[in-house]
C-alpha cells in the first residue's frame, strides 16, 4: 500500500504572506489534487496535474499557485493569505485522470490565518 | 452541468438506528457514483462505487444501489454504531475524457450517540 502525506498539519501565517504546504505520494501515481474544504461547503478543487510540470486549474484556483516538480510531490501556495481563507487542504492521488478512479487523500493540512 | 445533491446536512442517531443519506445527481449518460467517508482527523477514503444501472455497492454494513430511473445514489446502514460518526460526501465522476473533475455533494454529517 502506499500513503499521501501531507506538511505541515498545521500551518499558521499572517494575511497577505506567502504561505506553502507540500504533498507526497508514493503511490507511483500519475495525477495528483489539492482540494479545500470548507465546513458546509463539501471538497472544491483547486488545482491538479496529470503528470510532473503539468498543472491543470480547478474551479478555486484564483489566489493559489502550484508546483509538481516531480511525479511524487505537488505544492500548493497560497499567495497572499486571507482571514476568510482558513480551511482544511486535502491532498490526493489517482492512477490516471478523475473518471471512475478512486482518489486517495492524505490527513489535510489546515491553514491558520492570524 | 453535472451535479450532486446530497439531502441531508446532518443527521443524528442512535446506536442501532437505521440510516439513509440521500444522494441524487444530475448527470448524461452513465456516470461512476461514489460514496466516500472522512473521519475524524483523516481525508476522505472510499467506501464503495457504482457504475451501472442497478448495480450496488457495498462495504462495512453500508450500501448503496445506483438507480439511473430516480437519479439516486442513497447510502443505508440497517444498524449504526458510534465508530460511524463521520463525515460521507455522495461523488459522480463524469466518463467523458480522462481529466474530467470528480464532482462532490456538500457532504453529511453523521454523529451517532452511544
Known amino acids: 500500500g502506499g500513503i499521501i502525506t501531507q506538511t505541515p498539519k498545521f500551518l499558521i501565517g499572517q494575511e497577505g504572506q506567502k504561505l506553502t504546504l507540500k504533498c507526497q505520494q508514493n503511490?507511483?501515481?500519475?495525477?495528483m489534487y489539492w482540494y479545500r474544504q470548507d465546513s458546509g461547503k463539501g471538497l472544491r478543487l483547486i488545482y491538479y496535474?496529470?503528470?510532473?510540470?503539468?498543472?491543470q486549474k480547478g474551479d478555486l484556483s484564483e489566489g493559489y499557485d502550484a508546483s509538481r516538480e516531480k511525479k511524487s510531490s505537488f505544492s500548493l501556495t497560497v499567495t497572499s493569505a486571507q482571514k476568510n481563507e482558513m480551511a482544511v487542504f486535502l491532498c490526493?492521488?489517482?492512477?490516471?485522470?478523475?473518471?471512475?478512479?478512486?482518489?486517495?487523500f492524505g490527513e489535510g493540512s489546515r491553514l491558520i490565518v492570524v | 452541468g453535472d451535479s450532486v445533491t446530497q439531502t441531508e446536512g446532518q443527521v443524528a442517531l442512535s446506536e442501532e438506528d437505521f440510516l439513509t443519506i440521500h444522494c441524487n445527481y444530475s448527470?448524461?449518460?452513465?456516470?461512476?457514483l461514489f460514496w466516500y467517508v472522512q473521519y475524524p482527523g483523516e481525508g476522505p477514503q472510499l467506501l464503495f462505487r457504482?457504475?451501472?444501472d442497478k448495480e450496488k455497492g457495498s462495504s462495512r454494513g453500508f450500501e448503496a444501489t445506483y438507480d439511473k430511473g430516480t437519479t439516486s445514489f442513497h447510502l443505508r446502514k440497517a444498524s449504526v454504531q458510534e465508530s460511524d460518526s463521520a463525515v460521507y460526501y455522495c461523488?459522480?465522476?463524469?466518463?467523458?475524457?480522462?481529466?474530467?473533475?470528480?464532482?462532490w455533494g456538500l457532504g453529511t454529517s453523521l454523529v451517532v450517540n452511544p
Open positions: 490526493a492521488s489517482s492512477i490516471e485522470g478523475t473518471g471512475g478512479n478512486t482518489l486517495y
Open positions: 503511490f507511483n501515481h500519475d495525477t
Open positions: 496535474s496529470i503528470t510532473e510540470n503539468d498543472l
Open positions: 448527470a448524461s449518460g452513465y456516470p461512476t
Open positions: 457504482a457504475s451501472r
Open positions: 461523488a459522480l465522476s463524469d466518463r467523458v475524457g480522462d481529466n474530467s473533475k470528480l464532482i
